[in-house]
């Protein structure tokens, strides 16, 4: 239809578009031709060409795709160097991280080695650093020490007869329990891979992975202490576990070993100096200092040279083996034990890896596979675990260091793992004499990144109060409650307010801005301006089983009609209005039968010339009884028109129904429309009674007034559902249920900016019909507004007078 409107000072002369018209003019497709079905689906998928099995092959091996076009003179000198620098890291933080799963240093080296390998065929990403990872380490930590704790490995000893840990045991279960572990989480990685379901990490929002890591570096200090003051804390897991081993090591103070002291603050001080000179000399500097590698060598140096160990009781690394272990399968018995633990290492160690993947993809120009990602991820430790290695994720100190020294492939996470090779075959046994207290230090010291992100809370408290609250609950669930079920309690609450800010979205009505075809919020907007008898009502989150009968009370309350209250007083009304054509009926009867008693009376005294005197006062009261019915039903025209449901003078349309003239009102008198509803029951009186007066008064009691705030007019409502993506069972029942109530009382709904997807879940859920058609959707907001105002125009009734404009012009 063509429809030409004028807003403001603008003239639009458009064709009005309701989806019917919208799908005939562009040929909307339908979902089996968007979507084809199971049956061609498999087709598809089994169907084999040759660019689409070498498409397969490329995506799931990368290294196919640009290892060919790598570049040994662009590229080969910088990944080299950029490797040589990361391996360098990889020594220190993989045998310090390994203290923090509660394993041999060794086994860090190990973890260094062989997923950053399998990383090189199966990752997406050029600039991560596949490796160690604090957090990761202090997950794992946690799995070995609970199955594996110290008192299980007690042993008497022969000579005095004393209990002692076997700690060649202790160690050799704990491995395996950390391998199994790491096989089962990287299996979940894989099939969460194979199964697209890369975006999982997207549940851990940036808040949540930055107070969860911060509670994780409190968890890495905590199990630091007693490296740090050599003493022998019990280590407890569970909820709590953080509260109890604190007060374990703050009671085991008075037993504290002074030299591990001396030891741990000599290398705190020298590694913060160090680390605060390199950062002072970054930009001068080509490659960061190894501080932590020049820490380690010395105090190995010192320790081996002044026999701390045998002097001093000092504790250190102790025996390393060299060469490679051989690969062994994980003791399947313990993933029944593990598999919570296994999903929670994989989720964070996938977050972490894709977050980081993706930062540097979007800094240099590539792309990162978040499905391949999470398969390769998942390799690493599947093929690592064989090799008793633990969980891996990226570091982001590393993954910094390999970016900023001009790593630009994969190859130089391959030079890394050469330099860990290096140490593993010929350099391990040097380190033997590590001081672990020194190792301590390096982890504490390289936490500090971590802690700086207490300042998030002041950062969230001005930006967002919601992300505030699930900081803070993240981290106390993580420090509380341990950090696998603090993970699942801290994901379930950020999901929780997601649910809460749908359940509870902005409504707002909605008003044209003159000049354009833009719809604001009235209340936000001044220019906004309502569109004379039209509501435009709009909610700010999708109307779905949670919102949808609060969608509807708040459509009530915007539009300001009491649907429930005006549908009853209207069928009083209507039952009034059917009594009062049953008394008009009777009357005219009546005065059909003294008009013929007066005719053929007439008649009958036609022939005779006299009339006597009474005859012609009855005569003349029966006239003047006619025209008192018509005065009183005029009057009883008049005192109705001031009710809030406006009767026309002419009793019923052609349809059989009277037209009533609505009016908004705020909250209405129940006490008057419960008084009026016992009257109108009751009323069985005629107008010609003696309590005519009374009940003329009374009808005016249930006025304008009485109704509080009011305006006139509202013959239509649009719902506008642009920001809806889905609409389920409920939500279309609710839609059902305004259409029809509004129609009790004479208001058109229609919809508006309703997406594809929406339109076709009203289709599969039966919501159109004779009544409610495709007619009732629109494009826009504006099509709407536009066939709503030219619809009344062309359908309009005559507007009767209240008894407020009668009073007015009755002056004039």
């Known amino acids: 239809m063509d429809s030409t409107r004028r807003f403001g000072k603008y003239r639009v002369e458009r064709e009005v578009l309701d989806e019917q018209r919208l799908e005939e003019v562009t040929q909307r497709k339908t979902h089996s031709d968007t979507h084809p079905s199971l049956t061609g689906w498999i087709k598809d998928s089994l169907r084999c060409t040759v660019p689409k099995l070498k498409r397969s092959v490329v995506s799931i091996l990368p290294v196919l795709y640009w290892l060919p076009k790598y570049s040994v003179w662009d590229y080969g000198m910088p990944d080299l160097i950029s490797g040589i620098s990361v391996g360098i890291m990889h020594l220190p933080q993989g045998m310090a991280y390994a203290l923090l ?137 569970g909820p709590l576990s953080l509260v109890y081993t604190l007060k374990d090591v703050c009671s085991s103070l008075p037993q504290t070993h002074l030299p591990t002291v001396v030891v741990s603050a000599v290398s705190t001080a020298f590694l913060i100096a160090a680390k605060e000179l390199n950062s002072f000399l970054s930009r001068k500097l080509p490659v960061p200092v190894p501080v932590e590698l020049i820490t380690i060598v010395a105090g190995t140096l010192i320790s081996n040279y002044a026999h701390l160990n045998s002097n001093y009781t000092v504790s250190v690394v102790g025996e390393i083996p060299s060469g490679l272990s051989p690969p062994s399968v994980p003791d399947v018995s313990i993933f029944g034990e593990v598999i919570g633990d296994a999903f929670a290492l994989a989720i964070v160690g996938y977050a972490i890896s894709i977050s980081l993947g993706k930062t540097f993809a979007l800094k240099h120009g590539y792309k990162v596979d978040s499905n391949q990602e999470l398969v390769a991820l998942g390799l690493s430790n599947t093929v690592g675990g064989f090799f008793q290695c633990y969980s891996v994720c990226p570091s982001m100190s590393r993954s910094l260091i390999q970016e900023t020294t001009g790593g630009k492939t994969q190859m130089a996470g391959v030079a890394s793992a050469l330099i860990v090779l290096v140490t593993i075959l010929k350099l391990g046994p040097l380190f033997q004499e590590l001081p672990k207290a020194i190792l301590a230090a390096i982890v504490i010291v390289n936490l500090k990144g971590m802690f700086k992100q207490y300042s998030d809370i002041v950062t969230l408290w001005r930006r967002s109060k919601i992300d505030l609250v699930v900081w803070l609950v993240t981290w106390v669930s993580a420090l509380l409650l341990n950090l696998d079920v603090g993970l699942a309690a801290s994901i379930t609450f950020a999901l929780l307010t997601v649910i809460f800010r749908t359940q509870l979205p902005t409504y707002s009505v909605l008003g044209n801005i003159p000049g354009t075809e833009l719809y604001l919020d009235i209340e936000t907007h001044k220019e906004a301006r309502e569109i004379p008898g039209v509501t435009i009502f709009r909610s700010s989150a999708t109307v779905y089983f949670a919102n949808a009968e609060l969608y509807l009370e708040a459509l009530k309350e915007k539009s300001g009609l009491d649907i429930s209250k005006m549908i009853i007083y209207k069928r009083r009304q209507e039952a009034k209005q059917k009594r009062r054509e049953r008394r008009a009926e009777r009357r005219a009867k009546r005065q059909a039968k003294r008009e013929r008693r007066a005719q053929r009376s007439a008649k009958q005294l036609s022939s005779v010339p006299v009339f006597s005197v009474e005859e012609d006062a009855g005569w003349r009261d029966t006239c003047m009884d006619g025209n008192v019915a018509n005065k009183e039903d005029q009057g009883w025209a008049e005192r109705e028109n001031g009710t809030v449901f406006v009767i026309p003078t002419t009793p019923r349309g052609s349809d059989g129904h009277c037209r009533w003239e609505y009016l908004k009102g705020g909250d209405p008198d129940c006490t008057s429309l419960g008084w009026m509803s016992e009257l109108q029951d009751g009323d069985t009186t005629t107008l010609g009674s003696s309590s005519e007066d009374t009940l003329s008064r009374d009808l005016e009691r249930v006025s304008l007034g009485s109704l509080g705030k009011w305006t006139w007019d509202i013959h239509s409502i649009i719902l506008d559902l642009s920001t809806a993506n889905f609409i389920d069972t409920v939500a279309i029942k609710t839609m059902k249920n305004i259409f029809q109530d509004f129609s009790e009382i004479d208001v058109d709904i229609y919809m508006a900016g309703c997406q594809t997807s929406v339109v076709e879940e009203l289709e599969r859920g039966n919501f159109f019909s004779e009544s409610i058609t495709k007619r009732h959707l629109f494009a826009s907001v504006h099509d709407a507004v536009l066939y709503c105002l030219d619809h009344r125009e062309a359908t309009s009734f005559p507007r009767y007078e209240t008894s407020v404009d009668m009073h007015i012009s009755t002056k004039l």
């Open 101 to 237: 799963a509660s394993l041999p240093p060794v086994f860090g080296l190990y973890t260094s080695l062989y997923p950053a390998l399998i990383y090189f065929f199966f990752g997406t990403s050029r600039h991560i650093s596949i490796g160690t990872f604090t957090v990761l380490s202090i997950m794992v930590g946690s799995v070995t020490e609970r199955l594996a704790p110290d008192v299980d490995f007690l042993k008497v000893n022969g000579t005095n007869l004393t209990a002692e840990v076997d700690i060649t045991a202790r160690d050799s279960y704990r491995v395996q329990v950390a391998a199994a572990t790491t096989v089962l989480g990287g299996l979940i990685q894989v099939v969460l891979g194979l199964v697209k379901f890369g975006f999982v990490g997207t549940y851990l929002s940036e808040p949540l992975v930055r107070a969860y890591t911060t509670a994780a570096a409190v968890h890495a200090v905590v199990a630091q202490l007693k490296y740090i003051f050599g003493v022998s804390p019990t280590r407890f897991s």
